[in-house]
């Protein structure tokens, strides 16, 4: 009999069948801490602000850093929700930095930039849903680096019309908000969105702005089925959504939500297919791709270049 099988259990201790997937050699990461990555880690805590690279712990934050981008997380590190794949801390945030945007505008000319991603915390907690601070990052780099395209992903501000119109009013090169799954499981990963305020999000953007690209991504590995995921492709074009990331997610803790599934880089290449077919612009789709991978391609691509 295998002793591994027979472990005694200690006191306090659950006991339970459920396993957890071995990951593919195709997920392992190279790790590169060269001085491009020291050199970003220190600016970004010298001017006191957050990257989603940390705080969701991305996978590739070590090469992105090597290569000089990063994604700026505006608002604070406390989230309003607690969606079960992400791990942002959540809670009550206790406090709005109103000179945050110059802040972030200082980093990116400091690391100088072409293409600038921000993000934020879901901040549900504000009138505007800190829509006045995507704005006022927005206006600050291009102050600092007029040639920068500056990408933003935004929260889904609730529904709500007049934060959308404060940022696309600010005309970002790029406006990002993910569906992040399948519609049949929105409500189960996600906390408070909804798959299709979501799609009416960029539609919306879409019919304010029609110029400025928009954007959308979709993790696999949480229980859909294929068909759910050409389904949802075909409600973000039905959205006129332009650009598309689709990658595989990846358990940040135990409390986190469980990997159901491990998608192979084929599996990935066929799904790059399938969106390309459909009409977006630009598809980036691979095991490690998350939102803003490659984010500087993605711009060109949208743009025809």
Known sequence: MNKAMVMPKKAGMHMTTETRQRKPDWLKIKLATGENFKELKQTMRSKSLHTVCEEARCPNIHECWANRTATFMILGDI?????????????????????????????AEQMGLRHCVVTSVARDDLEDGGASIFAATIAAVRRRLPFCSVEVLIPDFLGREEPLKIVMDARPDILNHNVETVERLSDRVRSKAKYRRSLELLARAKAMRPDIPTKSSIMLGVGEEWEEILRTMDDLRAADCDILTIGQYLQPTRKHLKVEKYYTPEQFAR?????????????????????????HEQVKSAEGK
């Open 79 to 107: 989230c309003t929700r607690a969606c079960r794949f992400c791990a942002v801390r959540s809670g009550l945030p206790t406090e709005l930095d109103r000179q945050e945007p110059e802040r972030v505008a200082e980093a």
């Open 271 to 295: 799904l790059k297919e399938e969106g390309m077919k459909r009409g977006f612009r630009h598809v980036e789709s691979g095991p490690l791709v998350r939102s803003s991978y490659h984010a």
